[in-house]
T-cell receptor, first 114, second 112 residues
Framework: KQEVTQIPAALSVPEGENLVLNCSFT??????LQWFRQDPGKGLTSLLL?????REQTSGRLNASLDKSSGRSTLYIAASQPGDSATYLC?????????????FGKGTLLTVNP | SQTIHQWPATLVQPVGSPLSLECTVE??????LYWYRQAAGRGLQLLFY??????ISSEVPQNLSASRPQDRQFILSSKKLLLSDSGFYLC???????????FGPGTRLLVL
């Protein structure tokens, strides 16, 4: 059974700092990995999707890496801003039963202080 | 562009009452549709998914059910709510099972 762990559970940083969020998964047989952002009381917004054959993906100040063999991914946020404050969720997509399914971590709550 | 709607946004229901949550998608055809639940302190849990009209797969045994009466409509129901059904319910759609999932705004359900 796939399990996804995100560390730390919460992180508070001053504005402008670069930061790294960590995600690990137990079954390396993944199809792809996705990072989401969730604002309080809202739905999820997809940030980056990395295919299993890729090592990293970049979008603006965000960079996600994937080390499939070791079961790890990181989300790097450069020059953090107060607007980056949210919960960041990592999810891996694996094939199970008759379909591909996403397994989510519990998230990292990020607070960027002005 | 595609949009996904969920309603109601918030719902407070007594134990034992019925439930109906609705999700609709605009701007796409034959999407894969998903229902997730997010409970406090826990990750998102996939409840149901559907690859077409009338096709429902259940991931977790429970007192909830799902239906897809139209291509872009996905409904989550219960005949009798339990306290443990409280949570944040999210609907999502995707072009295919391997592709990015796009989430709706969610429905917060509190069962008292």
């Amino acid at each position: 059974k796939q399990e996804v762990t995100q560390i730390p559970a919460a992180l508070s940083v001053p504005e402008g700092e670069n930061l790294v969020l960590n995600c690990s998964f137990t079954d390396s047989a993944i199809y792809n990995l996705q990072w989401f952002r969730q604002d309080p009381g809202k739905g999820l917004t997809s940030l980056l999707l990395i295919q299993s054959s890729q090592r990293e993906q970049t979008s603006g100040r965000l960079n996600a890496s994937l080390d499939k063999s070791s079961g790890r991914s990181t989300l790097y946020i450069a020059a953090s801003q107060p607007g980056d404050s949210a919960t960041y969720l990592c999810a891996v997509r694996t094939f199970g039963g008759s379909n591909y399914k996403l397994t989510f971590g519990k998230g990292t709550l990020l607070t960027v202080n002005p | 562009s595609q949009t996904i709607h969920q309603w109601p946004a918030t719902l407070v229901q007594p134990v034992g009452s019925p439930l109906s949550l609705e999700c609709t998608v605009e701007g796409t055809s034959n999407p894969n549709l998903y229902w997730y639940r997010q409970a406090a302190g826990r990750g998102l849990q996939l409840l149901f998914y559907s690859v077409g009209i009338g096709q429902i797969s259940s991931e977790v045994p429970q007192n909830l059910s799902a239906s897809r009466p139209q291509d872009r409509q996905f409904i989550l129901s219960s005949k009798k709510l339990l306290l443990s059904d409280s949570g944040f319910y999210l609907c999502a759609w995707a072009v295919g099972t391997q592709e990015t999932q796009y989430f709706g705004p969610g429905t917060r359900l509190l069962v008292l």
